[in-house]
């Protein structure tokens, strides 16, 4: 088991909408075994932009209150005030098994890499501080039905099979969502239950994917980020009443204009919007 670096992207919105996309890659921290910490203290996660600074948007350090909004673990699991403490990174399917029972992990799970297999025996669990899925082979993320929150952000990118989240269902609260690089995504389903994303959504290279329409409960984000989904034909977020930083939808070429910039009244006053590129329709591009 290996320690892997997590580079958030940044929520600042900028004219040029030149956003990159997390990249998750090998950190120079060497390896670790289950159960190590990272940073030494419970509940770190990795909070910086793109460009190394911090991200203010995000709630890091220590996680105080471990059964804030969630539910009971399932019968025969470990209570939620004996979590796995520290970051986690799984590898392979050893890694797996050895979290079966943790209703909580206090610290980053990351699952990242081929051979994986089964997600089954994280069935228990109900919160993490952070998460990272990708890098690898999985078809299908059952065993994280239970999994309710996840206290700062989730990075799901790059994984060659999944065509859904399904599996995520259970999912209702996190601070931000990046979904990127999944070159069989067809569909969001699997995350409909999430009604707020005070951070950020980005939605972005996922070539075949063709609709934002699973996100059935989604009211509030802080940035909306679409950017470079080369089968988008719609957004169709009919719960979706405000967008508190910046609307960003660029490069998607069967995305009509006008969906984007019917999403223009909900961002906050005096906050940005970046519509470029999509399919041509009438609706001119704009970025203020």
């Not at 995305?255 to 919007?273: E, F, I």
Request: with cysteine; aromatic share 4%.
């Amino acid at each position: 088991m290996r320690m892997r670096g997590i580079i958030m992207i940044s929520t600042s919105f900028s004219l040029a909408c030149d956003w990159l996309p997390p990249i998750i890659g090998e950190s120079s921290t060497g390896a670790g075994t289950i159960g190590e910490t990272s940073g030494g203290s419970e509940g770190s996660a990795s909070s910086s932009t793109s460009d190394g600074t911090e991200d203010p948007d995000l709630t890091t350090g220590e996680d105080t209150d471990p059964a804030a909004s969630v539910g009971e673990p399932p019968p025969g699991c470990l209570p939620l005030d004996q979590p796995f403490v520290g970051d986690v990174d799984i590898d392979g399917p050893g890694d797996v098994a050895q979290l079966a029972g943790y209703s909580r992990i206090s610290g980053h799970l990351a699952i990242w890499g081929p051979g994986i297999g089964s997600l089954e025996p994280l069935y228990c669990l109900k919160k993490v501080n952070q998460l990272t899925l990708g890098g690898g082979d999985l078809t299908s993320l059952h065993g994280l039905e239970n999994l309710e929150v996840i206290t700062t952000a989730a990075e799901l990118g790059m994984n060659s099979e999944l065509v859904d989240f399904q599996g995520l269902n259970g999912l209702v609260q996190a601070q931000a969502i990046h979904i990127y690089k999944n070159p069989k995504l067809t569909s969001l389903d699997g995350l409909g239950g999430v009604v707020s994303l005070p951070s950020a959504i980005s939605v972005a290279e996922n070539d075949n994917l063709q609709s934002l329409d699973a996100l059935t409960s989604l009211s509030h984000v802080g940035v909306f980020h679409v950017r470079s989904n080369a089968s988008l034909v719609e957004l169709d977020l009919p719960a979706l009443s405000s967008i508190g930083a910046s609307l960003e939808v660029f490069g998607n070429p069967s995305l009509p204009s006008c969906d984007a910039h019917a999403l223009v009244p909900l961002v906050a006053v005096a906050q940005g919007a970046c519509i470029l590129d999509n399919l041509p329709d009438g609706c001119a591009d704009t970025c203020w």
